[in-house]
């Protein structure tokens, strides 16, 4: 299991609960990848979610709510979106200084124009041991239709897909867009066709719009091969008006489920997963729970993201990125490029989560469709 760090009584330095961060970060050149580069935490660079733009076609009142996101919204003009050989050299840099896991994101990334050609850019990235990157995608699946095959095709190896509601009344409720259930189900069950296996079917839970759908959602996708994960409804963003109220906790979602298929914990996969995995007793398949308010896991956080823009946030609720499009479109070559992501993580001391419920974290947060999930 991943080492969940209790969230911090107001009263108790952070430090005190995560190993103490080391001095002043010395600088590494340049990473070989083979030395993890490691935050101020010793929490290493492992994942990077790459956002591929800020539009979205779903107007989720948790992500996007249309009062803030309106039609008069300024959203990126197309020339300040990294290019796809843009986006592949930082990866590539990335890559090099120990990421392992690179996660498509949004935004709505399959309204990105020819997303397959990027995948195809991204699936032969080799880490410094030789082995494949895994690339994932995270989709609301409305589009997924018409792109799993091409994706598929280009080298995607794991598929990750948001579905809030099972009833279409509900579903809208939550995405205020004009799309039903069955095209999203049509696309998982496509994307299933075409080769993608143990598909995860997230559902950010919030209470009194969609909880009475945790039941029949677990019913629906128990022993379909898919693992249905219940997201704990976060304060992301500045324009969700997000209350505590409104959290489900996940220990409730994992009892609703038990007391009618009873559930068993299983092991993480690996460090640093952020969902907890719970399998049905009679051997049906899987179910995971994502409780970052509740139990923050930001000791074991090893995830970096690129923005649409190109800028690299270390935190989900970070209030400002480093730029690294603006120097990579000056010129700077690879090893300049390199230097501003090891100084960057090394200087990293993120753990919003943890210090939620303290009431201690700052400031203006970005919102979650630019830097992406
Ligand atoms: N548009 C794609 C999608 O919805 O899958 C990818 C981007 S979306 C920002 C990534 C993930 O963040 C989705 O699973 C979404 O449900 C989740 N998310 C967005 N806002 C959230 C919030 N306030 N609390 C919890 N999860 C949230
Ligand atoms: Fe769009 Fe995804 Fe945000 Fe919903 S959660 S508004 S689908 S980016
Ligand atoms: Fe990672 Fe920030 Fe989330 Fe903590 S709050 S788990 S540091 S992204």
């Known amino acids: ?6 969230i911090f009584p107001a009263s108790v330095p952070v430090s005190a ?12 050149p340049s990473g070989d990848g083979t030395t993890p580069l490691r935050d101020t935490f010793q929490r290493p660079l492992r994942d990077l979610r790459i956002s591929v733009t800020d539009r979205c076609n779903f107007r989720c009142t948790y992500c996007m709510p249309r009062e803030t996101f309106g039609s008069d919204y300024a959203f990126l003009p197309h020339s300040a979106l990294l290019r796809f050989e843009e986006i592949t050299r930082l990866a590539k840099l990335f890559v090099a200084q120990g990421v392992q896991k690179i996660r498509i994101t949004g935004g709505e990334p399959l309204l990105r124009k020819e997303l397959e050609k990027l995948i195809e850019m991204l699936a032969v990235l080799q880490t410094p041991e030789g082995k494949s990157v895994e ?24 598929l990750t897909v948001s579905l809030d ?8 409720a939550m995405n205020d867009a004009d799309y039903s259930v069955a095209e999203v189900l049509q696309g998982i069950n496509t994307a299933h066709a075409v080769g993608f296996e143990n598909i995860k079917i997230n559902m950010v839970v919030k209470r009194g719009t969609n909880d009475q759908e945790i039941l029949p959602f677990a019913r629906h996708f128990k022993g379909s091969g898919h693992i249905a994960r219940f997201i704990e409804y976060m304060d992301v963003g500045n324009s969700n008006q997000w209350q505590l109220e409104h959290v489900v906790p996940s220990r409730d979602v994992i009892a609703r489920i038990h007391a009618e298929f009873p559930l068993t914990s299983l092991d993480a996969n690996y460090t640093g997963e952020v969902a907890e995995r719970w399998r049905y007793v009679d051997g ?3 179910i995971g729970v994502i409780s970052s308010v509740t139990q923050p896991f930001c000791g074991d956080c090893t995830r970096a993201r690129l923005s649409t823009e190109g800028k690299l946030f270390t935190c989900l609720f970070a209030s400002h990125g480093v730029d690294l499009g603006a120097p990579l479109r000056q010129g700077s070559d690879d090893a300049q490029l390199q230097n501003i992501i090891t100084r960057c993580w090394q200087a990293r001391d993120d753990r919003y989560s943890m210090l ?6 700052d400031g203006k947060k970005i919102e979650m469709s630019y830097i992406g999930g």
Do not use: C, W, Y
């Open 135 to 158: 690339l994932t995608l995270t989709t609301n699946g409305a589009l997924l239709q018409k792109k799993a095959r091409l994706l598929k095709e280009a080298g995607l190896t794991r």
């Open 17 to 28: 609960h995560i190993s103490t961060p080391a001095p002043a970060a010395t600088i590494i």
């Open 165 to 172: 509601a099972l009833d279409d009344t509900v579903f809208r």
């Open 356 to 361: 939620r419920s303290s009431g201690l974290q």
């Open 284 to 286: 049906s398949g899987e």
């Open 1 to 6: 299991m991943a080492t969940h760090i209790p």
